[in-house]
C-alpha cells in the first residue's frame, strides 16, 4: 500500500540510504474499469460514491486504520498528500526500480514522466531438486491441459477462461484457493464447471507440486483483468 511504501522512503532517504523500488504498478484505467463492472457488495457501491481511484484508496486506508490504530500516521499524510502525488513522489525518491517486465517501466514513464534505472525481475516458480509427480492423482492422468493458477476471485477472471474452453474437448485444471470475501464468484464457477469432465479444480496444491503441475500441462493462461 502507498502510504507503507511512502513512509518508508521518506525514512530511507533521512537516513541517506538508496532505495531500490519494486513498484507492481497497474494501469490505473484497468484498475478503474475493474472497479466499476467487476466488483461485489460494498465495493461495488464504493464506486458510486466515489469515482475516481485516488479517492476509493483514501477510503478504503481510513477504513483500515480504523480497524489498525497504528497505520493513522501513515494514512493521514496519505489523505493530506493525495494518492497518485504519493506514488509520484516515492517513484521520483527512488535510485533504482525493478520492474517486473519493460512494459511495466514504459506504463510508468507514460503516466508519470519519470525517467529511471532499472532492471527486470521476471515471475518464476523453484525448479525442484527431486523429479516431478508424473501422475497426480487429482488429475486423473490427464496431460498436456490448459493451467491457470490463482487465487479465485474476480480480478483473475477465471469464469472468462471456462466459458471460452467449454466445448473445446481441451482438459482444463484450475488451482487455487477461494479469496474469502469473494464466494459468491467461486459459486458462479461451481455451477459452470458442474458436469465438465474436462475441467478440474484443485482448491490447493503442495508448493512442491506446483512445477509438477507446470511440467505437465501444455500451458498456462493468465486472462486477470491486470496483473
Request: include cysteine; charge should be positive.
Amino acid at each position: 500500500r502507498i502510504h507503507d511504501t511512502y513512509a518508508q522512503a521518506i525514512n530511507a532517504r533521512k537516513h541517506n540510504k538508496p532505495i531500490v523500488l519494486t513498484p507492481l504498478y497497474h494501469n490505473p484505467r484497468f484498475i478503474d474499469e475493474y472497479d466499476k463492472k467487476h466488483r461485489y457488495g460494498v465495493l461495488k457501491l464504493l464506486n458510486y460514491i466515489l469515482p475516481t481511484l485516488g479517492s476509493r484508496e483514501i477510503a478504503k486506508n481510513l477504513y483500515r486504520c480504523f480497524k489498525d490504530p497504528r497505520q493513522q500516521s501513515a494514512v493521514w499524510q496519505l489523505v493530506k498528500i493525495g494518492y497518485r502525488n504519493q506514488q509520484k513522489a516515492v517513484l521520483e525518491m527512488a535510485d533504482m526500480l525493478i520492474t517486473q517486465s519493460a512494459a511495466e517501466m514504459r506504463q510508468i514513464e507514460t503516466d508519470f514522466g519519470i525517467k529511471k534505472n532499472y532492471r527486470t525481475a521476471k515471475l518464476g516458480i523453484d525448479i525442484p531438486r527431486t523429479s516431478h509427480n508424473e501422475n497426480l492423482s487429482a488429475l486423473n492422468g490427464i496431460k498436456d491441459f490448459v493451467l491457470c493458477m490463482g487465487r479465485i476471485e474476480t480480478r483473475k477472471n477465471q469464469l472468462s477462461i471456462i466459458k471460452a474452453m467449454k466445448g473445446t474437448g481441451i482438459p482444463l485444471v484450475l488451482v487455487g484457493n477461494v479469496n474469502p470475501y469473494h464466494k459468491a464468484y467461486f459459486q458462479k464457477i461451481q455451477k459452470e464447471i458442474r458436469g465438465e469432465k474436462n475441467i478440474i479444480y484443485l482448491p490447493a496444491v503442495p508448493h512442491e507440486e506446483v512445477y509438477a503441475l507446470f511440467s505437465l500441462a501444455k500451458v498456462h493462461v493468465n486472462a486477470s483483468f491486470y496483473e
